[in-house]
Each structure stands twice: as C-alpha cells, then as structure tokens.
T-cell receptor, first 112, second 116 residues
Framework: QKEVEQDPGPLSVPEGAIVSLNCTYS??????FMWYRQYSRKGPELLMY????GNKEDGRFTAQVDKSSKYISLFIRDSQPSDSATYLC????????????FGTGTQLKVEL | GAVVSQHPSWVICKSGTSVKIECRSL??????MFWYRQFPKQSLMLMAT?????????EQGVEKDKFLINHASLTLSTLTVTSAHPEDSSFYIC????????????FGEGSRLTVL
C-alpha cells in the first residue's frame, strides 16, 4: 500500500464548476499537509498548507483535512480554464527534515 | 514566497556525457535542498537531500556515483548526471525552503534532460 493515494484522473469539468480533489494516507504520523499545483513542464507551486484537521480557505481554494479518516481534500470554487493543471497532495512529519511524500497527482482540465 | 531558480530548463546531450543542473535559492539561504525526479504523468520521486557543507543523503535505489550532488554554498546546489544514458532522460526538479521542519517547500522550474 502506498503511503499516499491519489486518483490520477484525468478529471474534466466545465468552467465555473466546483472541483474536489482528494488524497488518502496511511501513516498517522503525518502532521502537515500541502497541495501543490503543477503546470505542464513546470515545477510545482505551493497552493495550500495546513497542519490541523478542519478547513483552510484561501480565495477560491479550500483545503480540508480529516486526520481521523486520514483523508485530505482540495476544493476549487468557480473553476477557471487557468486552473487546468496537475494537483499534487504532499504530506510530511515534524522532524522529518522537510521531506515530503507526494501523491501521484490528479490531472484537472477545466473546459470553456 | 521564496524563489528557487533552476538552470538549464532543458538540455539535450549525447549518451556517455555528463550534465550539470544548478539550483539556486534567490532570496533566502538554504542549508538543505532536495532533488526530485519526475517521469511523465508520475509523481515526484525524491532522489537525494543536499546538505550545505556535507555529503548528500541519497534515497534507496539512487546511485550516488551517477548522480553527483554538491551543495557548496547556502544558495547553490548542483546535480551532475554522470555518463548519462537514455534511461536517465527525465524531468529533474529541485526544492528548498527558508524554514526547517515545516515542510513548506518551494520548487524550481525543473530541468528536462533528454539523453540521445
């Protein structure tokens, strides 16, 4: 079993839709959770960072963490074609020396 | 956010040659940098942790003699792919952070290596 599971997609939605991206993890020692956005042939860009269960909102993006279920989500409201990218979840442990475990990434396409 | 720069963004080389990729933290100092490899439609695989002033720490299965890492200053780490072969063709990405222990990594733009 992989430490972090993420549906690779591709996921195709119409412009304006609400997008839900998810990851599950197996190690209860994971303590902080991130979402990165990666455009084709570019390095990942940090979108959201959180270390507690609950919701964290930033503009059109909401990160949700449920530590009891080992489940994290990223919601994108009013999706735009510019949101088309691969979204990677990343998880780490305090004291892990900044080493992160990444999901495989979900490819999202927002269509006009 | 912190800025990490990588160079070159893409490189094509002949089999058997060596290629050097640079990773720089532009507006912060980084005692630790990370090198990842990414194959098409796959996630990032950590290759090694680059430590300023000391030897790099390689992940299991990564040949340290093939992927030479040097972290000579607090703002520069280099990855040299030695005696490159077509199977080394990949997207190499570095990352760094101004903070320790938080996991907030900032990534370079990546370097696409094609070995003919």
């Amino acid at each position: 079993q992989k430490e972090v599971e993420q549906d690779p997609g591709p996921l195709s939605v119409p412009e304006g839709a609400i997008v839900s991206l998810n990851c599950t993890y197996s190690n209860s020692a994971f303590q902080y959770f991130m979402w990165y956005r990666q455009y084709s042939r570019k390095g990942p860009e940090l979108l959201m960072y959180t270390y507690s269960s609950g919701n964290k909102e930033d503009g059109r993006f909401t990160a949700q963490v449920d530590k009891s279920s080992k489940y994290i989500s990223l919601f994108i409201r009013d999706s735009q074609p510019s949101d088309s990218a691969t979204y990677l979840c990343a998880i780490g442990v305090t004291g892990g020396g900044n080493k992160l475990t990444f999901g495989t990434g979900t490819q999202l396409k927002v269509e006009l | 956010g912190a800025v990490v720069s990588q160079h070159p963004s893409w490189v094509i080389c002949k089999s058997g040659t060596s290629v050097k990729i640079e990773c720089r933290s532009l507006d912060f100092q980084a005692t630790t940098m990370f090198w990842y490899r990414q194959f098409p439609k796959q996630s990032l695989m950590l290759m090694a942790t680059s430590n300023e002033g000391s030897k790099a720490t390689y992940e299991q299965g990564v040949e340290k003699d093939k992927f030479l890492i040097n972290h000579a200053s607090l703002t520069l780490s280099t990855l040299t792919v030695t005696s490159a072969h077509p199977e080394d063709s990949s997207f190499y990405i570095c990352s760094a952070t101004p903070w320790t222990g938080t996991g907030e990594l900032f990534f370079g733009e990546g370097s696409r290596l094609t070995v003919l």
